[in-house]
């Protein structure tokens, strides 16, 4: 649930009084552009903010923190809107759009990229992959940079080098109290900390310095399919696979009807398949060693694993995640694959109520459970992979069967959990009890960092961390 907020409105002197404060447009209802920045990839959201402030540097995100604070305006911040919870989006407030920000400058010599904050995880590989270099970043290209790494962030990299944000090597930050500070662990140690997984709760990242890494520019990837009926023993050979690959290969489960995608032969489309979406980041001659055996598993209904661009693999799941459809999503993180909840997870695959909907399970084993579960807020440094039940619709009045479908199979999934959660991953209805599972031992300090650095509870739209009552 949404804190209570304060529901100030904006009227024409208080826009007049913030609009020459700034340098980027802000907008009200009727304005071009309005809708089109509030309205965000899950459709159950429908929030209306008083007016939004599209951010062209720090100095107007500084300007907006600054005069929320002074005025008691509800806040939000969008980065590229893709929390499924949308707390990007303020109803009467005030929220800062990050999207105009979307410049990424690489050092190529250091491996460094500085990543501004309206960044699409695509703008980040683009650039990156210029130098034959990676951030670790997810699977939907057209995902906001800053919330994924603010919450943690995982993809096809994350077995070798860990969660997203522990990859971050400093940071850029408005405070709760109106300052520009850096976060890094030689400055403010105690805020780069919790902002490696802390979420929005601590201020407003205006740039992002991420570690990179060679990859590319050609790999080893794809998807390959199967029909469901062949599920059980393709996701064996794959928990098999997982079990005994090397950190570079990342394969993905997912099950589903099949969407009409051109690499999918057409009897099949419509059809229940199970779909392993493959990504080898070593080297070409070991990736195409090690997807042999995928390949020549059974009789696929399709298979682009191949040699082919890593953009191309970080963009490949794009088409089944468009912004506008409705979402609901029931996610833990899993300590190992048991073949009981693979069967579960195959049950309830074959009851799914929309054509767009999937179960999907992520491997993230490796590098970050390498770490000490108190290296920084994210911890889960038990997780070895990631289910995320998926329901994906398009019309309000299927709601109620959709949500039922998700939340029947996590009931009955959730007890194969590490008992954590991934924080992005949270809907808009799972509130404190959740969001503590999402943080374990670490959300006492997190509790102590936000009341030293927003003891007020400004930004409170995000899955928040109150501060201590003083
Ligand atoms: C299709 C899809 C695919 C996804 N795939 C992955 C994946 O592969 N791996 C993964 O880890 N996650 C994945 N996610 C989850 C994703 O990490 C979260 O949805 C994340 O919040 C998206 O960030 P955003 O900037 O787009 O979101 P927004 O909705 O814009 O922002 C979410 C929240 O982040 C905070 N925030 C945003 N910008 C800033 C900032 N500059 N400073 C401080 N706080 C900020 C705010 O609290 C805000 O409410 C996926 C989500 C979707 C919808």
């Not at 400055?187 to 900390?193: I, K, Q, S, V």
């Not at 924080?423 to 509130?431: A, D, K, Q, S």
């Not at 943080?439 to 007020?456: C, F, I, M, S």
């Amino acid at each position: 649930m949404i804190p209570p907020v304060s529901r100030t409105e904006f009227d024409r002197t208080t826009i007049d009084e913030l609009r020459p404060r700034l340098r980027g447009p802000l907008l009200v209802a009727g304005d071009p552009g309005y809708d089109d920045s509030r309205l965000i990839w899950n459709a159950m959201i429908d929030r209306r903010p008083g007016a939004i402030a599209r951010c062209l540097g720090v100095a107007d995100i500084l300007a907006s923190v600054q005069f929320a604070r002074e005025r008691g305006l509800t806040l939000s911040i969008k980065g590229g809107g893709h929390n499924i919870s949308g707390l990007a989006v303020c109803d009467g407030g005030l929220m800062i759009d990050l999207s105009l920000m979307r410049g990424v400058f690489v050092d190529p010599s250091a491996r460094v990229a500085h990543v501004q904050p309206g960044c699409l995880l695509g703008d980040v590989d683009r650039e990156t992959q210029v130098h034959s270099l990676a951030a670790v970043l997810g699977f939907v290209s057209n995902t906001g940079a800053a919330g994924l790494t603010v919450g943690g962030g995982f993809g096809y990299l994350t077995r070798r080098f860990g969660w997203s944000s522990d990859n971050l090597l400093s940071l850029d930050v408005v405070t709760a109290d109106g300052r520009v500070v850096r976060a890094s662990e030689q400055e403010n140690a105690d805020l780069f900390w919790g902002l490696r997984g802390g979420g929005g709760n601590f201020g407003v990242v205006t740039n992002f310095d991420y570690k990179l890494h060679p990859v590319g520019p050609e790999i080893v990837a794809g998807a390959i399919a199967w029909p469901q009926e062949d599920a059980p023993k393709v996701l064996d050979m794959w928990r098999t696979l997982m079990a005994n690959a090397p950190p570079e290969l990342a394969v993905t489960a997912a099950i589903r009807n099949a969407p009409p995608a051109p690499w999918i032969s057409q009897e099949f489309h419509g059809k229940p398949i199970v779909a392993l979406f493959v990504c080898h980041t070593g080297s070409v001659a070991d990736g195409e060693r090690l997807v042999a055996p995928i390949k020549k598993f059974g009789s696929p209904v399709g298979d682009v694993v191949q040699r082919r661009p890593y953009v191309s693999q970080q963009s490949l799941l794009d088409a089944t995640q468009p912004k506008g459809r409705r979402y609901y999503w029931k996610s833990e993180f899993l300590p190992t694959l048991e073949p009981e909840m693979i069967d579960k997870a195959i049950k309830y695959a074959g009851r799914i109520r929309s054509p767009h909907s999937m179960i999907v399970v992520f491997p993230l084993e490796g590098a970050l459970n390498k770490l000490p579960d108190d290296h920084s807020a994210m911890g889960n440094r038990d997780a070895a992979f990631v289910i995320n039940i998926t329901a994906s619709w398009e019309k309000a009045e299927d709601d109620a069967t959709n949500i039922e479908w998700a939340r029947a199979a996590w009931e009955d999934i959730r007890r194969f959990s590490t008992g954590g959660t991934y924080v992005n991953f949270l809907t808009e209805e799972e509130g404190s009890e959740r969001i503590k599972a999402a943080y374990g031992k670490n959300h006492a300090r997190l509790v102590e960092l936000k009341t030293k650095w927003d003891p007020t509870n400004l930004f409170r739209l995000n899955k928040n961390i109150a501060p201590r009552s003083t």
